[in-house]
């Protein structure tokens, strides 16, 4: 059983909305990433948080922005959503053993 | 930046053995892991190795690593229909926060 729970399973925006994805750590797990899957391809680093900073980015635009918390949740908020930001969106943590992936939200933009 | 690559398909029977390899360009990666997804699904982490060992064994798994030829490859010993997936590679680059990942091996298993 993973220790990385992502919330929801499953959405469908509409392009030009606004989207939060939402992701739980294990206790303990100071740092959070977040990747982008597309159909067909391996995941693409997003960003990193550590201790509620943001600790490296990769090549997505300022749309892309995320938090982390305190109790070890993070969300990932995009705007302006375009047709291409559809993809899966899994958020992973570290914990000295490893990064442990969560199941994903599957966003559908149309 | 850092490139890895992956071939895209190996089909085996089942009890055979699977063989997956993975090359990569950074050598300043610290660790690589291997990585299991089934359709629909989230990443399972199988297996991780550190860049100063050269293999590691896990139950089925047996991981190899030629540091020199940037070589990486996941050995599952008698493979079953339940091992059938799409496999990543993934490198944690020098510096440490970010995993650059394969394109992905769809493994398949025949009876």
């Known amino acids: 059983e993973t220790g990385v729970t992502q919330s929801p399973t499953h959405l469908i925006k509409t392009r030009g909305q606004q989207v939060t994805l939402r992701c739980s750590s294990q206790?303990?797990?100071?740092?959070v990433s977040w990747y982008q899957q597309a159909l067909g391809q391996g995941p693409q680093f997003i960003f990193q948080?550590?201790?509620?900073?943001?600790?490296g980015r990769g090549n997505f635009p300022p749309r892309f922005s995320g938090l982390q918390f305190p109790n070890y949740s993070s969300e990932l908020n995009v705007n302006a959503l375009e047709l291409d930001d559809s993809a899966l969106y899994l958020c992973?943590?570290?914990?000295?053993?490893?990064?442990?992936f969560g199941s994903g939200t599957r966003l559908t933009v149309v | 930046g850092e490139d890895v690559e992956q071939s895209l398909f190996l089909s085996v029977r089942e009890g055979d053995s699977s063989v997956i390899n993975c090359t990569y360009t950074?050598?300043?990666?610290?660790?690589l892991y291997w990585y299991k997804q089934e359709p629909g699904a989230g990443l399972q982490l199988l297996t991780y190795?550190?860049?100063?060992?050269d293999m590691k064994q896990d139950q089925r798994l047996t991981v190899l690593l030629n540091k020199k030829d940037k070589h990486l490859s996941l050995r599952i010993a008698d493979t079953q229909t339940g091992d059938s997936a799409i496999y990543f590679c993934?490198?944690?680059?020098?510096?440490?926060?970010?995993?650059?990942f394969g394109t992905g091996t769809q493994l398949k298993v025949e009876l």
């Open positions: 992973a943590s570290e914990g000295g053993d490893g990064y442990t």
């Open positions: 206790s303990g797990h100071n740092t």
């Open positions: 948080y550590y201790r509620e900073e943001e600790n």
């Open positions: 950074d050598s300043s990666s610290t660790y």
């Open positions: 190795i550190f860049s100063n060992m």
């Open positions: 993934a490198v944690l680059e020098g510096g440490g926060n970010k995993l650059t």
